[in-house]
């Protein structure tokens, strides 16, 4: 039988009372390898799907043991063919696996959102007289330089905001995480608006530190032009490779 992957933990710091219902409805299970323990269901294709109900499910479970223990979360849809590549897997990741648990031990992500409008001008970019004149209005190359340079404008900005957002927030925040990542990409259009950038930071934070984080924010969000969203404390999803 298949197996799904929820996390993996260490078993002498976790006590199992109440059960944990996974994906399909099907009851959580604990299989050791080596020092560590994975937290596994069984999966039937035939008879559950990779849905958005399994997924929060999915989620559900996984959040209920990171209250319990700390735990390297995996990602939805991490399948095995059986048990025994489960442990396999726990054997053979077994220090790397161990030492990241000692590292996220006690802490929490915490994210935070940025949605910010795009000036018009950083797709409209100018270009100098002598390759703008109305020869070159139905040029395919020349429009299709234009396009290229407005392409790169717009990514280009896009890139310096999520650094000058980063480096502001890591500077706010400085003294209440470890380790911080960062992301950014445009919205897909919506409501004809085609001009909104999504910047995305993640936090690892430690547990007692949490309420600290939420204040500090509240007090930058005074400060910053778009909308900023913080979500979390939750199991730190992207401090993990997986």
Same mark, same amino acid.
Request: aromatic share 12%.
């Given at each position: 039988?298949?197996?799904?992957?929820?996390?993996?933990?260490?078993?002498?710091?976790?006590?199992?009372?109440?059960?944990?219902?996974?994906?399909?409805?099907?009851?959580?299970?604990?299989?050791?390898?080596?020092?560590?323990?994975?937290?596994?269901?069984?999966?039937?294709?035939?008879?559950?799907?990779?849905?958005?109900?399994?997924?929060?499910?999915?989620?559900?479970?996984?959040?209920?043991?990171?209250?319990?223990?700390?735990?390297?979360?995996?990602?939805?849809?991490? %399948? $095995?063919?059986?048990? =025994?590549?489960?442990?396999?897997? @726990?054997?053979?990741?077994?220090? *790397?696996?161990?030492?990241? &648990?000692?590292?996220?031990?006690?802490?929490?992500?915490?994210?935070?959102?940025?949605?910010?409008?795009?000036?018009?001008?950083?797709?409209?970019?100018?270009?100098?007289?002598?390759?703008?004149?109305?020869?070159?209005?139905?040029?395919?190359?020349?429009?299709y330089l234009k396009k290229r340079w407005a392409l790169y404008s717009s990514e280009s900005w896009i890139q310096d905001q999520k650094k000058e957002f980063a480096e502001k927030c890591s500077k706010e925040f400085d003294? %209440? $995480?470890?380790?911080? =990542?960062?992301?950014?990409?445009? @919205?897909?259009?919506?409501?004809? *608006?085609?001009?909104?950038? &999504?910047?995305?930071?993640?936090?690892?934070?430690?547990?007692?530190?949490?309420?600290?984080?939420?204040?500090?924010?509240?007090?930058?969000?005074?400060?910053?032009?778009?909308?900023?969203?913080?979500?979390?404390?939750?199991?730190?999803?992207?401090?993990?490779?997986?």
């Amino acid at each position: 039988m298949k197996q799904i992957l929820y996390c993996v933990m260490d078993p002498k710091k976790f006590q199992e009372d109440e059960p944990i219902i996974g994906v399909g409805a099907q009851p959580i299970i604990f299989l050791n390898g080596s020092d560590l323990c994975a937290a596994v269901s069984d999966f039937d294709s035939l008879q559950t799907s990779f849905d958005v109900t399994s997924m929060i499910t999915y989620h559900k479970a996984i959040e209920a043991l990171f209250e319990r223990v700390a735990i390297i979360p995996f990602r939805f849809k991490t %399948l $095995f063919n059986d048990e =025994k590549e489960v442990i396999a897997m @726990l054997e053979q990741n077994n220090d *790397n696996y161990s030492k990241l &648990l000692s590292r996220l031990d006690g802490m929490v992500e915490m994210g935070i959102r940025l949605v910010k409008a795009k000036p018009l001008n950083v797709d409209s970019p100018q270009i100098d007289n002598e390759f703008s004149g109305a020869s070159n209005v139905s040029n395919p190359g020349m429009s299709y330089l234009k396009k290229r340079w407005a392409l790169y404008s717009s990514e280009s900005w896009i890139q310096d905001q999520k650094k000058e957002f980063a480096e502001k927030c890591s500077k706010e925040f400085d003294g %209440l $995480f470890t380790n911080f =990542k960062s992301e950014a990409s445009k @919205l897909p259009e919506v409501q004809n *608006n085609k001009n909104l950038i &999504l910047i995305s930071l993640y936090f690892l934070v430690r547990k007692d530190l949490t309420q600290e984080f939420r204040l500090k924010f509240r007090e930058l969000k005074c400060s910053i032009t778009g909308k900023m969203l913080l979500s979390g404390p939750w199991p730190p999803y992207n401090f993990v490779v997986s």
